[in-house]
């Protein structure tokens, strides 16, 4: 329940929200749970988390969302005008996180496709070797672009920069088939110049919460310094965690019902004139729309209660980023979209009669 009636589809937000069981540990929390420090040693979610992934408790990191998990990288590795290589089409938290820090960008392409977004390997290796970058960011799946580096890509990458901080965003893990595959503590072990992280904000619904965490390799000790915390982490967000840890099956169904609804967007959509949906592998995906699409529903969803987001970034002009929502959400925006991109023409001619090819 949110303090106004509005349906939040703006943020990347899970609209399902968390498993039962996280409800459940707050209202069955304790007084000393708020009013004492954690005595646990590593933390108790920082236990869980190297059980579930096989991965030595030295290597965990915990932040406050990985928001905070990323601006700490980035002051501690790409500061001071270090070069920072990063997606020109990519989220421009990252590029504010540059200026804030002073590193250098270098900014690598993320190509358009028919329907998708791609990272041409072709073009950002040469770039690299090029520019030879302090730290390069890995953001898969991309936001707002939705494409992700396939496991092989990383690997090719991977093997070309033993020398560079290589960050890989997993924000959105849990949403893709390679997700399942891949083994992050090989991959650490094989390239100890590595740091992924992750969240709990997005597959685990508790962005609220502000819970994030990483994985560092061996060459990472400074950062982990940084990170520990000496009187503890937050205990009520990593009680919540944990049961989120245990409700797999709940997580499951959840990401299946968007993966669903992300496909029945991109179809609708497709069929509007005009109006040109990108596939993504994450919880969001990007619309490009005419000028006066865009306009018209800036004007016009928010009087129906429905936030998406109008991308004002130039590198995506006319675009709009559109979070997955519940089944019944997804079907109250998609019928907004649709009903506003068939307003009849206006008197003074400059209505949008013709925009809109009905299925
Ligand atoms: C690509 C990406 N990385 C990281 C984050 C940070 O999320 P959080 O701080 O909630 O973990 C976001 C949030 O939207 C994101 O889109």
Same mark, same amino acid.
């Given at each position: 329940?949110?303090?106004?009636?509005?349906?939040?589809? =703006?943020?990347?937000?899970?609209?399902?929200?968390?498993?039962?069981?996280? *409800?459940? %540990?707050?209202?069955?929390?304790?007084?000393?749970?708020?009013? *004492?420090?954690? /005595?646990?040693?590593?933390?108790?979610?920082?236990?869980?988390?190297?059980?579930?992934?096989?991965?030595?408790?030295?290597?965990?990191?915990?932040?406050?969302?990985?928001?905070?998990?990323?601006? !700490?990288?980035?002051?501690?590795?790409?500061?001071?005008?270090?070069?920072?290589? !990063?997606?020109?089409?990519?989220?421009?938290?990252?590029?504010?996180?540059?200026?804030?820090? =002073?590193? @250098?960008?270098?900014?690598?392409?993320?190509?358009?496709?028919?329907?998708?977004?791609?990272?041409?390997? $072709?073009?950002?290796?040469?770039?690299?070797?090029?520019?030879?970058? #302090?730290?390069?960011?890995?953001?898969?799946?991309? $936001?707002?672009?939705?494409?992700?580096?396939?496991?092989?890509?990383?690997?090719?990458?991977?093997?070309?920069? &033993?020398?560079?901080?290589?960050?890989?965003?997993?924000?959105?893990?849990?949403?893709?088939?390679?997700?399942?595959?891949?083994?992050?503590?090989?991959?650490?072990? @094989?390239?100890?110049?590595?740091?992924?992280? /992750?969240?709990?904000?997005?597959?685990?619904? *508790?962005?609220?919460?502000?819970?994030?965490?990483?994985?560092?390799?061996?060459?990472?000790?400074?950062?982990?310094?940084?990170?520990?915390?000496?009187?503890?982490?937050?205990? !009520?967000?990593?009680? %919540?965690?944990?049961?989120?840890?245990?409700?797999?099956?709940?997580? @499951?169904?959840?990401?299946?019902?968007?993966?669903?609804?992300?496909?029945?967007?991109?179809?609708?959509?497709? /069929?509007?004139?005009?109006?040109?949906?990108?596939?993504?592998?994450?919880?969001?995906?990007?619309?490009?729309?005419?000028?006066?699409?865009?306009? *018209?529903?800036?004007?016009?969803?928010?009087?129906?209660?429905?936030?998406?987001?109008?991308?004002?970034?130039?590198?995506?002009?006319?675009?709009?980023?559109?979070?997955?929502? /519940?089944?019944?959400?997804?079907?109250?925006?998609?019928?907004?979209? @649709?009903?506003?991109?068939?307003?009849?023409?206006?008197?003074?001619?400059?209505?949008?009669?013709?925009? #809109?090819?009905? &299925?």
């Amino acid at each position: 329940m949110t303090d106004d009636n509005m349906i939040n589809l =703006d943020m990347n937000e899970n609209q399902y929200g968390p498993a039962s069981s996280c *409800l459940e %540990v707050l209202k069955h929390a304790t007084m000393d749970m708020m009013y *004492l420090y954690s /005595r646990q040693k590593p933390s108790s979610i920082i236990r869980m988390l190297s059980q579930k992934y096989d991965m030595p408790e030295q290597n965990i990191l915990l932040g406050n969302g990985s928001e905070d998990l990323l601006k !700490l990288i980035f002051q501690v590795f790409a500061s001071h005008g270090k070069k920072m290589m !990063l997606p020109y089409e990519g989220w421009s938290f990252f590029k504010d996180l540059c200026k804030e820090v =002073d590193a @250098k960008m270098i900014e690598y392409p993320v190509d358009e496709l028919s329907d998708r977004w791609h990272y041409d390997m $072709n073009k950002i290796l040469p770039l690299y070797k090029k520019e030879k970058p #302090h730290v390069f960011m890995a953001c898969c799946p991309n $936001n707002p672009t939705g494409n992700s580096f396939s496991p092989d890509e990383v690997e090719t990458f991977l093997k070309e920069s &033993p020398e560079t901080i290589v960050i890989w965003d997993q924000a959105y893990y849990g949403f893709t088939e390679y997700d399942l595959k891949e083994d992050v503590r090989r991959i650490l072990e @094989k390239y100890p110049n590595v740091i992924v992280t /992750r969240t709990f904000s997005k597959y685990y619904a *508790l962005a609220g919460v502000r819970i994030g965490f990483g994985f560092a390799g061996e060459k990472f000790g400074v950062l982990k310094k940084y990170n520990d915390r000496y009187l503890g982490f937050n205990r !009520l967000a990593e009680e %919540v965690a944990k049961a989120a840890l245990s409700a797999e099956d709940y997580y @499951k169904t959840i990401s299946a019902k968007q993966m669903r609804d992300r496909d029945m967007y991109f179809e609708e959509l497709s /069929r509007i004139k005009g109006v040109k949906p990108f596939r993504s592998e994450a919880t969001y995906f990007i619309v490009r729309l005419k000028p006066e699409q865009w306009s *018209l529903l800036k004007d016009e969803l928010p009087k129906r209660n429905i936030r998406i987001k109008f991308i004002k970034d130039i590198e995506f002009p006319f675009f709009v980023r559109i979070s997955l929502g /519940r089944e019944e959400q997804n079907k109250l925006c998609l019928d907004a979209i @649709k009903d506003v991109l068939r307003i009849p023409p206006a008197s003074d001619g400059k209505g949008l009669a013709g925009f #809109h090819e009905r &299925p």
